[in-house]
């Protein structure tokens, strides 16, 4: 899942400055799931921000519609309706979701609400953990696992370095396993340490520009 | 016999001599007075110096930049570089631009992390790791090849060394990162600092049952310790450094007064360069001063590494 997080409300708040009518648009889907952008949290954010600008005294309306998902564009036909009486839109998406809004809706301003954090698991009821950067060259099959790229703090892919502290705890914090610690034990028990004898190579980073992908049954449907 | 590189410390280690490498850092500045004061100590004492490459990630003098004034002073610099700062292009040519200009040892590092330093914030490259830099640098001389395949017109003939920590977890693994290191085209080995000395022999006798000892040079490495502070500090806080209790009393214990601490410690650093010599492949001493540069003459002449042979 994607996780995200709020902005401070003073950044929000400073965006919407000089706005006097926008729609608050919600995401169902990775950041309703993380609590950080779903109908609640519009209904939230919607009165601080109400609240804030009463306060000050200044004219500010804010609505919330909250859809499915913002990163496909089948949920979008009922805000296409409703969108048009807004000055601006602020997005709880993540960055991918208000990328599409925006694109959307090329002639209004577009605000992000929240911070995209990581891509990640639940830890925890709220509490979540990164484990995967994306880095489209999946190794897991051969670190037991354990994502190098991710969960080792230099990415290594010859680990580990020699910051490894007692305990098998990171360098950078004494609260950071370290993941090659953790592959090593993990390939030891299940007897497969030869998985990480030989030197793996410099590895070819296909990250660097934007990535689009169609799946090999649409390859024909794409085709130009 | 044909040389790799033909540096000093290739020939030293090559000729069977005992090696005795030190360490020089860069100021944080421009400060080049500052460069030549601490070659001065160094100079005609040591076979190689390391010039440090932005350790503990705090800004500093470029360690090519440094490593040139070296040359200026008569010394030969073992050129470091660390995984954390650059990408495959500017390694490959700043290696080029360093050998260019006479720098003939490298050590492949993969580099503290940023957080520790003084710009925590900055996005770390770690676009390889120091076993692909070591590779890199390897099929750069050998293959006069870059890293893409592409020849390389006029190939730098670089004496290639690595670290390794026998004192970091997990301990079993160390010996197989080693190996690694070996195997990526590692000549030469400085080891983080040893106080352990048990733990260190068990390493090399674990490099040793697996022939390691006959293909790469091990320099064993030391730092004197100054005072009982430092010997606590370390112990405590920086990752992968073992002192043993015994050492840390040793220090706690030395009579009070101007300079007696840093006498133990230095005592203690003498007596494990003694043990150290016995080692069956150890090749050589790599003495860290951090800081103690103008310490080293001394330490080196008390050490009887003194006079270096000429090679």
């Known amino acids: ?224 | 016999m044909s040389m790799k590189s033909g540096s000093r410390l290739e020939k030293i280690l090559e000729a069977g001599h005992f090696a005795f490498t030190s360490e020089l850092g860069p100021p944080q500045g421009a400060n080049v007075e500052a460069i030549r004061k601490k070659a001065s100590y160094l100079n005609g004492i040591t076979d190689a110096v390391n010039i440090t490459d932005n350790q503990t990630a705090v800004v500093r003098m470029s360690s090519w930049g440094a490593a040139l004034i070296a040359i200026q002073e008569g010394l030969e610099p073992n050129y470091q570089m660390v995984c954390r700062d650059r990408n495959r292009i500017a390694m490959q040519s700043d290696i080029l631009g360093a050998y260019a200009h006479g720098v003939r040892n490298m050590l492949c590092l993969s580099g503290d992390h940023q957080q520790f330093g003084n710009h925590p914030s900055t996005k770390g490259v770690f676009d390889i790791d120091s076993i692909q830099l070591i590779s890199m640098v390897k099929g750069m001389r050998d293959d006069k090849k870059f890293l893409n395949g592409d020849e390389i017109d006029g190939a730098p003939q670089i004496f290639i060394g690595a670290a390794a920590n026998p004192f970091a977890e997990p301990f079993e693994w160390r010996v197989h990162r080693l190996a690694k290191k070996v195997s990526a085209g590692a000549d030469f080995i400085q080891t983080q600092c040893i106080y352990d000395m048990k733990m260190f022999r068990e390493w090399m006798k674990q490099a040793g049952d697996m022939g390691l000892t006959e293909k790469v040079h091990i320099l064993a490495g030391v730092t004197p310790l100054k005072s009982a502070g430092m010997a606590r500090y370390m112990a405590k806080n920086v990752s992968g450094i073992i002192i043993p209790d015994d050492i840390i009393d040793r220090m706690v214990k030395a009579p009070k007064g101007a300079g007696a601490a840093a006498e133990e410690g230095i005592k203690i650093c003498l007596e494990h360069i003694e043990e150290l010599k016995e080692i069956k492949g150890v090749h050589g001493i790599h003495l860290m001063p951090i800081e103690w540069e103008h310490r080293v003459p001394e330490i080196a002449e008390r050490a009887k590494l003194l006079p270096r042979p000429q090679v």
């Not at chain 1, 969108?83 to 997005?91: D, I, K, P, R, T």
């Not at chain 1, 497969?192 to 030989?198: T, V």
Request: neutral net charge; charged residues 25%.
């Open chain 1, 1 to 224: 899942m994607i996780v995200c997080e709020r902005k401070p409300f003073e950044e929000i708040k400073e965006m919407m400055k000089g706005i006097r009518k926008v729609l608050n648009v919600g995401c169902g889907g990775c950041t309703s799931i993380c609590m950080a952008g779903g109908q609640r949290e519009v209904g939230i954010l919607n009165e601080e921000l109400q609240n804030a600008f009463k306060q000050d005294g200044a004219s500010f309306h804010v609505d919330g519609f909250t859809i499915e998902r913002q990163c496909n564009a089948d949920f979008f036909q009922e805000l296409d309706v409703i969108a048009s009486s807004y000055e601006a839109l602020l997005s709880m998406a993540c960055g991918a979701g208000v990328q599409f809004l925006a694109d959307r809706y090329p002639q209004k301003p577009v605000f992000p609400a929240l911070n995209t954090v990581f891509v990640g698991v639940d830890r925890d009821i709220g509490w979540f953990e990164e484990s995967c950067r994306t880095c489209r060259e999946c190794v897991l099959g051969e670190t037991a696992g354990i994502c190098p790229v991710t969960r080792c703090a230099k990415s290594l892919f010859n680990g580990p370095c020699g910051g490894t502290a007692q305990e098998g705890k990171c360098e950078v914090s004494k609260d950071t396993p370290c993941a090659w610690f953790e592959i090593y034990k993990r390939l030891k028990d299940q007897n497969r340490l030869e998985n990480i004898l030989k030197v793996k190579p410099a590895r070819e980073w296909r990250n660097q520009t934007q990535g689009t992908l169609v799946q090999e049954a649409y390859k024909k449907r794409y085709a130009k």
